[in-house]
């Protein structure tokens, strides 16, 4: 007898038979769920139903803000702020949001009046967020990259399909 047959090296390219084992025995049929990258391609899928990696569609967004899904309650936006830049400082009077970042770091302030943003908060990836109607905010860039976050409006702030590529398209068409 042999020592192969008692023993097998799973790290090893040989079968018991001294041959390779076959290429296609253990290649998925598709990419598994953790596969590192895949394009998405960015538009508003709503008010369809819709599943995407929110993270990778973040991170993939260069647009000052994009509308990735818009129906009749909720909408989700999508959102590239650079360095030194900011949202903007604004109030939505019936609508609460949901920010959520998912690269760089920046600065929260949020008040009763534009005058007095009393509430101040460092933010940096994966924080949340939530901003009540009726509160003046806005976010600040204060790193060195690219501030990527997603937005959920309820009930939805901008019109189906919003695309704005600069802050400046934002506020020119102010919605």
Known sequence: MSVMQYFYNPYTPYNFSGLYAPTWFNTPMFPPPNFPYQYINLRDYGPYPFVVNIEQAVKQN????????????LQITLMSIGVGEDIGLEMHPDVDQFIRIEQGEGLVLMGDTKNRLNFRRRVYADYAIVIPAGKWHNVINTGSIPLKLYSIYAPPEHPHGTVHVIKKDAEEHHD
């Open 62 to 73: 260069n647009n000052f803000r994009l509308a990735l899904w818009t129906g009749r309650h």
